[in-house]
Nanobody, 134 residues
Framework: QVQVEESGGGPVQAGGSLSLSCTAS????????????MGWFRQAPGKEREGVAC????????SYADSVKGRFTISRDNAKNTVFLQMNRLKPEDTAVYYC???????????????????????WGQGTQVTVSS
């Protein structure tokens, strides 16, 4: 089975930066990491889950939510089965639990204007808390 695990969350002051990592495992008997579209999502207390960013299997196609464009950067290292989210100029409204998710690239389409819905992602991590103080 495919498993994904996030790390790197924690407290940070407004205007600061954090880098999140997500590593996938359980791929040896199935699809390779580069067969998956990867995405980052977040959910703040009392709010709906929100898509943050997604990246195609090769990293050539990337989409961001308007709220994070210019501040967050998603990237992946397929040799290490890892996807990253670099978060800069953080704002209090970025406070949320951040989740990493994966879906086989045969199931979805990624464009520079639109990420797949969270409902389209098959595998999810447990989440990592990001808290931005004002």
């Amino acid at each position: 089975q495919v498993q994904v695990e996030e790390s790197g969350g924690g407290p940070v002051q407004a205007g600061g930066s954090l880098s999140l990592s997500c590593t996938a495992s359980g791929l040896s008997s199935g699809l390779d990491f580069d067969d998956y579209v990867m995405g980052w999502f977040r959910q703040a207390p009392g709010k709906e889950r929100e898509g943050v960013a997604c990246i195609s299997w090769s990293g050539a196609i990337i989409s961001y939510a308007d709220s994070v464009k210019g501040r967050f950067t998603i990237s992946r290292d397929n040799a290490k089965n890892t996807v990253f989210l670099q978060m800069n100029r953080l704002k209090p409204e970025d406070t949320a639990v951040y989740y990493c998710a994966a879906v086989p690239d045969s199931k979805v389409v990624v464009t520079t204007k639109l990420c797949p819905s969270g409902d389209d992602f098959t595998y999810w991590g447990q989440g990592t808390q990001v808290t931005v103080s004002s």
